[in-house]
């Protein structure tokens, strides 16, 4: 088993940066590709941008050029730099792992930690 734990998020004006951290902790030898999440109010949870166990990463259009994903698997520490925030970027941003053993996955999520973007 995995836990994610996530901190960071808040309240930001338009164009400001912020950073959320991941910590993960467990069987973590077993996780393969991790992600950031997002789900604003009555809307489905996306993809905001992913990373394999090798570091090769994966972005929403949306946030392309301006949020950058990185992981430090020695820490156990993964990490989501979001610049020129807008306000639809606001809504609770999520940590996520792939979890592989025994052949099958499971998939492990934070708590959530919401972010707000003033326009």
């Known amino acids: 088993q995995v836990q994610l734990v996530e901190s960071g998020g808040g309240l930001v004006q338009t164009g400001d940066s912020m950073s959320l951290s991941c910590l993960f902790s467990?069987?973590?030898?077993?996780?393969?590709?991790m992600g950031w999440y997002r789900q604003a109010p009555g809307k489905e949870r996306e993809l905001v941008a992913s990373?394999?166990?090798?570091?090769?990463?994966n972005y929403a259009d949306s946030v392309k050029g301006r949020f950058t994903i990185s992981r430090d698997n020695a820490k156990n520490f993964l990490s989501l730099q979001m610049n020129s925030l807008r306000p639809d970027d606001t809504a609770v941003y999520y940590c996520?792992?792939?979890?592989?053993?025994?052949?099958?996955?499971?998939?492990?999520w934070g708590q959530g930690t919401q972010v707000t973007v003033a326009s």
């Open positions: 467990g069987d973590t030898g077993y996780i393969s590709t």
């Open positions: 990373i394999t166990s090798g570091h090769i990463t």
């Open positions: 996520h792992a792939e979890y592989w053993r025994w052949g099958a996955r499971n998939d492990y």
